[in-house]
């Protein structure tokens, strides 16, 4: 059994539906993330795993016990916010004890456990500081480690890492993922970053209007995006209109692209005849060359290079093909001066396997 169990979960303000019939689960010792735009729900549906709102209808259930009737404070769940929310009149010692000292926990037993956090979350000598003589990445550390340090069954944490620099942010991203992994609590986080959940999450559900788009690993979710949507807002991606031709009976269908003609593309699911949709393609999954040798089940074209974007380890090429169809294609540059391939204007070709992208709807 799943550890946490969202069913059906309807979420109203008003008239507006802010999370549409959710349902997914996550499993024991999982990163679980819930991403998307700003607006699509994913806070309210973190503010309901925590209690401070009440679905309209559907169900929360955590390890196998109905939350609807539990307050905040009862759940075996503790949240950490993008703003901290530490005591500033209390030591990070003092912070991390408190919630064992609401507790009633005896002293020397408190005293070991969140020494035992410090250590986790590698502040044992800050231990003695005010929250304002730290920096922010360490002032959440210090939120984190509070919120672990009662063991909760559930960590949810609200864009913790928002507040801080790029730099930053990264360091922390590894931390947070070294600390799951240490600590084993499962956590939900929220982000509209795509970048951070791809880095930290086993699993990712990827939000819009108050639905789940697609629930997948994050190899999965970038290389097959369901819908047009994910296509979009994860990472960069050539969408380009479609229609199905033929489905081949071999989990593949022929689709024509106007101006381009027609390809062989895999599938994941059924198609028609005359079904509308679009090629999602990644622009790193595409070859370039001044001659390509066309290779077995590869869609090929010649095009002609209408602008690079030099980006140091990478250039982004946007290469024209058929009747005005441009396609983004991305290329390491070449070591060791790590000099671009190709010049705006240059005649090359373009191949990718008829696999390497996925046809999608809306
Ligand atoms: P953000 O990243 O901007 O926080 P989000 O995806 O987390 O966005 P939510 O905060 O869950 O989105 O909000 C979803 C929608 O519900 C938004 O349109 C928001 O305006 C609306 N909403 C959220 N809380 C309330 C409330 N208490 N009353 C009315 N509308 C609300």
Same mark, same amino acid.
């Given at each position: ?31 679980? *993330? ?12 973190? &503010? ?8 309209? $209808?559907?169900? /929360? ?6 939350? $609807? ?5 009862? &759940? ?15 030591? +990070? ?30 502040? *044992? ?13 360490? #002032? %959440?550390? =210090? ?7 009662? &063991?909760? #069954? ?14 930053? #942010?990264?360091?922390?991203? /590894?931390?947070?993922?070294?600390? %799951?992994?240490? !600590? ?27 639905? =789940? ?48 003609? #027609?390809? &062989? ?28 040798? +066309? ?9 002609? =290079? ?7 380890? !990478?250039? /982004? ?11 983004? *294609?991305?290329?390491?540059? $070449? ?9 705006? %204007?240059?005649? +090359? ?11 999608? *709807?809306?």
């Amino acid at each position: 059994m799943a550890l946490l169990e969202i069913k059906n979960v309807v979420k109203r303000f008003g008239d507006f539906t802010a999370v549409n019939n959710v349902s997914l689960s996550v499993e024991a010792g999982e990163f679980f *993330t819930l991403l998307g735009p700003s607006g699509c729900g994913k806070t309210t549906l973190l &503010r309901m795993l925590a209690g401070f709102e009440q679905p309209d $209808s559907g169900q /929360i259930v955590l390890d196998g016990q109905d939350m $609807s009737r539990v307050p905040p404070e009862k &759940r075996p769940v503790h949240t950490v916010f993008q703003s901290y929310a530490l005591f500033p009149h209390m030591t +990070v010692r003092q912070n991390i004890a408190f919630p064992l000292k609401m507790a009633g926990w005896d002293a020397k037993k408190i005293a070991s456990q969140v020494e035992e956090l410090l250590e986790d979350v590698r502040l *044992t000598q800050f231990g003695d500081r005010y929250p304002h003589e730290m920096s922010g990445g360490q #002032r %959440q550390r =210090v939120a984190i480690a509070r919120a672990l340090v009662d &063991r909760p #069954r559930l960590l949810l944490l609200d864009e913790p890492l928002s507040a801080l620099d790029a730099k930053l #942010r990264e360091q922390m991203q /590894i931390e947070l993922i070294n600390l %799951q992994k240490e !600590v084993g609590i499962t956590f939900v986080y929220v982000t509209h970053d795509q970048g951070e959940a791809l880095a930290l999450s086993h699993r990712i559900a990827v939000m819009s209007h108050g639905q =789940v788009e697609q629930l997948d690993t994050p190899e999965t979710i970038y290389s097959y995006p369901r819908n047009r949507f994910v296509a979009d807002f994860i990472g960069q991606c050539n969408v380009l209109e479609a229609e199905v031709v033929a489905g081949n009976g071999d989990g593949t269908a022929t689709i024509e692209i106007k101006g381009c003609g #027609r390809m &062989r593309v895999a599938l994941r699911g059924e198609v028609a005849p005359g079904q509308k949709g679009w090629l999602a393609l990644r622009p790193e999954k595409i070859k370039v060359g001044r001659a390509l040798a +066309v290779e077995d089940g590869e869609v090929h074209f010649k095009g002609r =290079v209408n602008d690079c974007l030099y980006l140091g380890d !990478v250039t /982004i090429y946007l290469v024209e093909v058929g009747d005005g169809v441009v396609i983004e *294609t991305m290329l390491p540059n $070449s070591a060791p001066g790590l000099a671009k391939l190709f010049d705006d %204007q240059d005649q +090359v070709e373009i191949a990718w396997r008829f696999d390497a992208g996925s046809f999608v *709807t809306e």
